[in-house]
């Protein structure tokens, strides 16, 4: 199954840009982040996640500068209906007049024209309700595709309930959730995503790291199969459906090449289903 976004082929596993910022804090690693976007996009990752409010857009300006002129075959995802609030915890923007300011911002962050991709950020987590129905803010969404400034939109946190009402008013073309060994309550989506033949970007597919410990240790398999633990459980979602997309995010080269090679592993369907009864 050839996974696409419009005109364009997706590859994989993707980078998510969450903690470029904090790779520009260290005075000695000035130029990492952008070392590390051309290694992510040179190994493959086609799809790159950021959003405004990641470092009060220091994730756009870093992208743009490392990546500018965009390849043809790149994909730049961004998020609208959440804002950075008070110390830095995830406010709602769902409004029509949020969602236009921070468009207007990604453009010029990223020194782009219009965006390949935005995803509208629904509650969930630390992001409370805005209080602006789904519909209304697709409506928002809707009118800025149809003036070309956004190419495709796409929904983050979604339930199949909140991507069926979004479809009512535009196409949803990509679905963007958390998933990680030992997180249950996800495969309805994917499967949802699987009939429509539509990428569903696994965010936080490491689980923090911390999150994956505390369910299952993958040591043992590591071992087995002479990969990380990382590895390991990249390579877990790639097999469980052929739309899904990891986004590891990373500040190290050396792990982001890792994540990227986790695409040439492959678990046998036994230690799939296992990994999957984890919950």
């Not at 950021?50 to 009060?56: H, K, M, N, S, V």
């Not at 609030?85 to 207007?104: F, L, Q, R």
């Not at 409506?139 to 400034?149: I, M, N, P, S």
């Amino acid at each position: 199954m050839e996974l696409r976004l419009g005109d364009k082929r997706i590859n994989r596993m993707g980078y998510g840009a969450m903690r470029l910022p904090g790779i520009r804090e260290l005075p000695e690693n000035t130029d990492l982040s952008v070392r590390l976007l051309r290694e992510a996009v040179s190994l493959g990752a086609n799809v790159i996640d950021t959003a405004d409010y990641y470092g009060d857009g220091l994730a756009n300006r870093l992208i743009a500068e490392a990546l500018r002129p965009y390849p043809d075959e790149l994909v730049i995802a961004t998020k609208v209906g959440v804002k950075a609030g008070a110390n830095g915890h995830p406010e709602p923007a769902a409004s029509a007049d949020e969602i236009k300011g921070t468009v207007e911002r990604d453009l010029d962050g990223l020194g782009a024209s219009s965006l390949d991709l935005v995803f509208l950020r629904l509650p969930g987590g630390p992001l409370q309700d805005s209080g602006v129905p789904i519909e209304q803010s697709m409506e928002c969404l809707a009118e800025l595709q149809a003036d070309g400034v956004i190419k495709h939109i796409g929904l983050s946190s979604a339930s199949t309930g909140q991507i069926e009402a979004a479809k009512s008013i535009a196409s949803v073309d990509a679905v963007q959730n958390v998933h990680f060994v030992g997180n249950p309550g996800m495969m309805d989506v994917v499967h949802l995503c699987e009939s429509e033949g539509i990428p569903f970007l696994a965010y936080f597919p490491l689980g923090m790291g911390i999150l994956i410990r505390k369910k299952v240790d993958l040591g043992p398999l590591a071992a087995a199969y002479q990969a990380s633990e990382s590895q390991i459980a990249l390579a877990w979602l790639l097999a469980l459906s052929p739309v899904i997309v990891p986004i590891p995010g990373s500040s190290n080269i050396e792990h982001v090449r890792e994540n990227m090679a986790a695409s040439s592993l492959s678990l046998s369907a036994s230690d799939v289903e296992s990994l999957s009864n984890v919950a």
